[in-house]
Each structure stands twice: as structure tokens, then as C-alpha cells.
């Protein structure tokens, strides 16, 4: 062999060695939903729902609360760096940042909200027809910025990302006395859900989106709170909570399949951040953590937003033992481990 030869060899070698790192296929992440993926679109609201203030985010970048509900970075933010893109996906109703910002991701979801607009109004915040509304805004910016052909293009290789859905349920459903109970039974509510995404899917599809993540909901009868409300049961996790979650899901899951067929051109992945989220639950030693059942902020029990404040004494020092931040969020640490696992198990289609 000749030498030159051999230095090709090994140069091949050290290509076919480097880290594996996503290609550029996926231009964008653009998210919609609830407080799973809000990056802090609820900040400016007249809601109570709100994060932008510690000890949230006392772990992101520079220990700063940004309206996400969580110690520091959401799964959305993950994902993006998994792609390559940024490490953050900023909100769009954020001041601090403009479309040059947005071109490589944006984030409409709003904490609270739901895909039935009854339970948006719950705590006041932001509709999902509304976070529709405000990607059309950002794809005529988008346009005026990089042009209508670049933008076009940037909008139809970027990854759309759907998380939500447990609103309607634990804020809704099960929470407004004479509500939606009383018009549904939880079968028929999971169905009139599954109808609005859909035409939320087709409508994203019109506008565009040729790539989608639809994320289920995860095991609602193990976030803190719900445990704690069912102390009758010694504070273990709601069944009833979580076959409606898993029933749920299925049905998603089977729209999915649904609009692959329908849809031509379009891909849809379904996020199953349900199977994650059990796992670690019930076994939370075997992911590094030492607490599942309580959360991080305050008395981890009942507190989230205004109610998970840096006046209580109670929060604990290390986010990263506790799979939960506040009682119905991740921590950052959990929140690593399900947008691994998403990408692992159904986002590779899009690498």
C-alpha cells in the first residue's frame, strides 16, 4: 500500500469515527402546545400561569428564569440541539428576540392551554387557534427576512412539534364542575380531542409543514399533584389518570398512521413520551434519581408557578435527584432523558 494511499485510508477512518451529529435536513424547530414546550410565551399575559421569575431556570444558561417550567431547559430546547440547531428554541412573544432569532426555531405553545379552547380560558392564556395565528405572522416575517423561496424552504424542512393535551383533562375535564363531564363521557371528550388535532395537523399540512412530531400526553396520574390529591390511595399514582393517558394516546397514535396516509409528502411521528416518563416513575434509582414522587420546588406536593417562589425554604439544592421540578413539571435532568428518547425511538426518521 502506498503511502498515499494509506493517508486516505486513515482519513476516511477518522470520518466514519467523529461523533454522529444530526445533518442539516431538519432547518428548523417550530412548537406548539402547552407548558411542556413554552419557552415563555405566558410572560407578558394577564394569566397566573407564569414561570419568569426563581428559582425557575435557576440552572439555564446564566441561572435565568425565562417563563419555561422547569430548572432550566425544556425537551424542545434538546431537540433542537440534536439537530444542530440552537440549544434553546425561543418564544416568539419573547422581546428579546426577533425573526433573525426565529429563522432556527420558535416556540408559540402557552402554558395552560389546551387543544379544546374551554381550557385556555381556564387561566386565561393563549388558544391553540391562536398559536396558529401567530406562525401565519411569523411566516409572512419569515418571508420579508429571508425571501419567499428560502423561507418556503426553511418552512417545509422544519420539524413541527406538537405537545399537549393534559390540560384538557386535569384543568378541564376533571376540574370544571358541569363543564365538558357534562357533556362527554372521557371516551368522547379523548375523541373531540383527537378531532381538533386533526384539523390542526391539516391545517399546519396547507400552511406548509411537511414534517411533524405529535406528542401524547404522559402518565397524568403520576405528576406530584395528582398524587397528592389521591392520598386515599396512599399517594401512588391514578390509575384512572393514567389509562385515560394511555387510551388517549392510542387514539393519537392511530391518527398519526392516518394522516401518513392521507397526507402526501408529509411525515408524522408520534412522540411517545408516556413510555419515558413510566419508566423512570417506577423505577427512578435506575435513571440516577432518588425522588419521583415529590418534586423539587417547595414542598414538591402542590406548589407550581407563583406557588414555587424562592422565599420558600423548602426547595431543595439538587434538581437533578428529583424527577420533577414543581408538582406538574419535569426537571431539566427529565426532561433530557424524554427528548433523548423521543429522538431515539421516533424522531430518527427525520435525521
Not at 292 to 317: I, L, R, S
Request: charged content about 20%; some cysteine; hydrophobic content about 40%.
Amino acid at each position: 500500500m502506498s503511502l498515499k494511499t494509506l493517508v486516505l485510508c486513515l482519513s476516511l477512518l477518522q470520518i466514519l469515527l467523529r461523533p454522529h451529529k444530526a445533518s442539516a435536513k431538519v432547518t428548523a424547530i417550530i412548537v406548539f402546545g402547552d407548558s411542556t414546550v413554552d419557552a415563555g410565551n405566558n410572560n407578558g399575559l394577564s394569566t397566573i400561569l407564569k414561570s419568569n421569575f426563581e428559582p425557575y431556570g435557576r440552572d439555564f444558561e446564566g441561572g435565568r428564569p425565562t417563563g419555561r417550567f422547569s430548572n432550566g431547559r425544556i425537551p424542545t430546547d434538546f431537540i433542537s440541539e440534536a439537530f444542530g440547531l440552537k440549544p434553546s428554541v425561543p418564544a416568539y412573544l419573547d422581546p428579546a428576540y426577533g425573526i433573525k432569532d426565529f429563522a432556527t426555531g420558535v416556540c408559540f405553545a402557552s402554558a395552560g392551554t389546551g387543544y379544546d379552547n374551554a381550557t385556555s380560558d381556564v387561566l386565561s392564556v393563549i388558544p391553540l387557534w391562536k398559536e396558529l395565528d401567530y406562525f401565519k405572522d411569523y411566516q409572512a416575517k419569515l418571508k420579508s427576512y429571508l425571501g419567499d423561496q428560502n423561507a418556503t424552504a426553511v418552512l417545509s424542512e422544519a420539524l413541527y412539534v406538537m405537545s399537549i393535551g393534559t390540560n384538557d383533562f386535569l384543568e378541564n375535564y376533571y376540574s370544571i364542575p358541569g363543564g365538558r363531564a357534562a357533556q362527554f363521557t372521557v371516551q368522547q371528550y379523548q375523541d373531540f380531542l383527537v378531532g381538533i388535532s386533526e384539523r390542526f395537523v391539516v391545517e399546519l399540512y396547507r400552511l406548509g409543514a411537511r414534517k411533524l412530531d405529535l406528542t401524547g400526553v404522559p402518565p397524568m396520574g403520576c405528576l406530584p399533584l395528582e398524587r397528592a390529591m389521591d392520598f386515599m390511595a396512599g399517594s401512588a399514582c391514578n390509575e384512572e389518570y393514567n389509562r385515560v393517558s394511555r387510551e388517549f394516546n392510542r387514539k393519537l397514535e392511530a391518527l398519526v398512521g392516518k394522516l401518513n396516509g392521507r397526507l402526501k409528502g408529509m411525515r408524522i411521528a408520534y412522540g411517545n413520551a408516556y413510555e419515558i416518563v413510566s419508566q423512570v416513575v417506577q423505577k427512578p434509582d435506575s435513571y440516577g434519581f432518588e425522588n419521583a414522587g415529590v418534586a423539587c420546588c417547595a414542598t414538591g406536593v402542590f406548589e407550581m408557578g407563583y406557588m414555587c417562589n424562592k422565599m420558600n425554604p423548602f426547595t431543595c439544592t439538587d434538581a437533578n435527584k428529583y424527577v420533577f421540578w414543581d408538582a406538574f413539571h419535569p426537571t431539566e435532568k427529565m426532561n433530557q432523558l424524554v427528548a433523548n428518547y423521543v429522538m431515539k425511538n421516533n424522531l430518527m426518521v427525520f435525521m
